[in-house]
């Protein structure tokens, strides 16, 4: 049996499941044919970066924390192939289980140990960094997808 949740993993847990719905609700509130669309000086449309922040989340928490057998396919996060709204919900859904179930069965001492198989420029970081650096990588494309589902929204005649 595991050790009871820090109050710090309760926390990124917490943000990290909401943050998750509040990509769903983005997703829900992009029209069809704008999920997979961009604007000048844009590079990635709402979906993309959907499903790569899943791909991120799923690979880092599920994968290396959660040892959920996940396994990355991040070329495929960035293809210009639309994929449907329903499959990318779907993704969500399960990338909010995932890092649920992984952050609530992992030992709050793994907290100081280094974090397993990171990029190169986090070699050496500790899963606490890691996991407060994917809740800010979250964050920040949150913020970029709600933009640009706003300035679609604004592009798109009535």
């Not at 890691?130 to 997808?145: D, E, P, T, V, W």
Request: aromatic share 4%.
């Amino acid at each position: 049996m595991n050790p009871a949740p820090s109050p710090e993993l309760e926390s990124l847990r917490h943000i990290l499941t909401r943050d998750l719905q509040v990509l769903a609700k983005e997703v829900l509130a992009t029209p069809d044919n704008a999920l997979w669309s961009t604007t000048d000086g844009v590079t990635n449309s709402v979906g993309t970066l959907s499903v790569h922040l899943c791909g991120n989340l799923r690979h880092f928490v599920g994968h290396l924390l959660g040892q959920d057998g996940y396994i990355r396919l991040r070329d495929r996060e960035f293809s210009r192939t639309p994929i449907p709204k329903q499959k990318v919900l779907l993704e969500i859904e399960n990338t909010r289980k995932a890092v649920n179930q992984a952050l609530l069965h992992l030992d709050p001492d793994m907290l100081n140990a280094p974090m397993p198989s990171p990029p190169a420029h986090h070699e050496g970081r500790s899963v606490r960094f890691f996991l407060m650096q994917l809740s800010c990588h979250l964050s920040r494309h949150l913020g970029q997808l709600n933009y640009l589902r706003r300035i679609l929204e604004a592009n798109t005649p009535t």
